[in-house]
């Protein structure tokens, strides 16, 4: 694994031989990186949290359970995990304003020039957030280059919403437990992000297919049409990984794609959790959304798309007819249908927010609440600004920090979980769970997300929250 983000050590870095390599990540691990952009993230007229819920046990823990220990209450007491994935948001674009947490009201520009993150609308325009401009946001750890991508010129990645924008996610936060941690596992977009949510990797695609090639009609998508291509680095030598990486780390996009890109059938074999769920007889269902902005990556599995196992991939509307009728599976992939992704194109994240209630309301109010953990998280960053350096760990990423909410009976109340993670941690959580084994490197080295959870509280009460009227906040937002 490569190091942390920071200018100021890189040439040190690159110097260091791989023990020492090894020795520093394991001992940076809890620094993130971003002590340069503290004073943004502490700064004033941000919201403050006084409430029960967000008081002691946010600076006063109990003492840990051993890992062990841990792991044997969490599997007599999580029987079901469902992972619930948004689209396109960042950490600081949703929850900046939370005092608690560690986000910014502020944030740099490409020229040095601090700004104030306005407040979002309802409706945001859709940035670029491509696979090279995550890599051009992040600028080499400076987090300062939001501003020079494709419809963000005028700043519309510097915006951020308040709590009474996003009521209802904001409760969750301060119900459950929040991760201020949480990357991208890749620089970007959703498609790719997508791979990572079930394999910890991509198979080396980095960007979607054409954009003339949509995957609709007669063409069929991804291992239905074998003459759609999608963007993916070559097989590299150790020497061009390298440099590739090198590349990454000074933002040099064109050189890094005409270089060491190509194209490639986004049809492959990977091995994927749903393999080994399957392998140890662990139910699982994939939920899959729809739209041009949330294409099924799933699809682009060979032996799922064409093989038995396609018979788990169902519609999202059956999320809900399987908690009434006793059906849900132990692991679920949970994906919204086109127009409440949250995605900036949607036309309200309040109808989204929406979306998400009702799915919860239902599940917390169902048989299944107390045996069940949500993990609630965006795919990607949506040319959004966020603050916090993510950890540079190959050629993929991290990409810039997202939202990530625990939502259990047994999930921490009030807690912000500084520890870091991303996509694989919920595969390294579910591994664990159900003694699965591992994917590859990144969900072998991640954390799984058992910080986040209290095993030996009074489980928490379902959090029941009201469907907002969305017509006065979509009128205001044009």
């Not at 949703?94 to 560690?102: C, D, E, S």
């Not at 020229?111 to 940035?127: M, S």
């Not at 999320?319 to 086109?338: C, E, K, Q």
Request: proline letters at 5%; aromatic letters at 10%; glycine letters at 8%.
């Amino acid at each position: 694994m490569k190091p942390h983000r920071g200018r100021p050590a890189r040439s040190l870095i690159l110097a260091m031989t791989l023990v020492g390599l090894i020795a520093m990540v394991a001992c940076d691990a809890q620094s993130t990186g971003d002590a340069r952009k503290s004073t943004v993230s502490n700064t004033d007229n941000r919201d403050r949290t006084t409430d029960a819920s967000s008081g002691s046990s946010v600076t006063k823990r109990a003492e840990p359970s051993t890992e062990k220990t841990k792991l044997v209450l969490a599997r007599s007491k999580i029987k079901h995990v469902v992972f619930l994935i948004k689209e396109n948001r960042t950490f600081d674009h949703m929850f900046g304003r939370l005092r608690r947490a560690n986000g910014a009201v502020t944030g740099e520009i490409c020229n040095g020039t601090t700004v104030r993150l306005r407040r979002a609308e309802d409706h945001v325009p859709d940035i670029l957030h491509s696979f090279s401009a995550g890599i051009v946001a992040i600028n080499g750890g400076e987090m300062n280059c939001f501003d020079r991508l494709s419809g963000g010129t005028e700043l519309e990645g510097y915006v951020q919403y308040h709590k009474a924008d996003i009521p209802n996610y904001w409760s969750y936060a301060k119900q459950f437990s929040l991760a201020d941690r949480f990357f991208s596992s890749v620089y970007g977009p959703t498609t790719v992000e997508h791979l990572w949510t079930m394999a910890g990797q991509s198979d080396r695609f980095v960007d979607v297919e054409r954009v003339y090639q949509s995957g609709v009609g007669k063409q069929g998508e991804f291992c239905k049409d074998r003459q759609e291509l999608m963007w993916s680095f070559r097989k590299l030598s150790q020497a061009e990984e390298h440099n590739a990486y090198r590349l990454e780390e000074i933002s040099d996009v064109s050189g890094l794609a005409e270089r060491f890109w190509t194209e490639r059938w986004p049809c492959t074999d990977m091995r994927v959790l749903q393999d080994l769920l399957e392998e140890q007889g662990v139910s699982w269902r994939y939920y899959r959304g729809g739209g041009i902005h949330q294409k099924a990556a799933i699809k682009m599995i060979r032996h799922i798309r064409l093989g038995p196992m396609w018979r788990k991939v169902v519609s999202n509307k059956q999320f809900d007819a399987d908690v009434r009728r006793g059906r849900l599976p132990s692991v679920s992939w949970l994906l919204p249908p086109p127009g409440f992704t949250d995605h900036p194109s949607n036309p309200s994240i309040c109808q989204g927010e929406n979306w998400t209630v009702n799915r919860l309301n239902l599940l917390m109010n169902s048989r299944y609440w107390r045996s069940t953990a949500v993990i609630l998280t965006w795919d990607d960053f949506g040319g959004f600004y966020d603050h916090v350096p993510p950890p540079h760990v190959d050629l993929y990423g991290m990409g810039p920090r997202v939202p990530a909410i625990v939502l259990s009976p047994w999930a921490r109340s009030g807690y912000v979980d500084h520890h870091t993670y991303d996509f694989s941690s919920v595969l390294k959580t579910i591994e664990e769970l159900h003694g699965l084994g591992s994917l590859g490197e990144r969900d072998k080295r991640a954390d799984a997300m058992w910080q986040s959870f209290d095993f030996d509280q009074e489980p928490l009460p379902p959090l029941t929250l009201p469907e907002r009227d969305c017509r006065s906040v979509m009128k205001a937002s044009g």
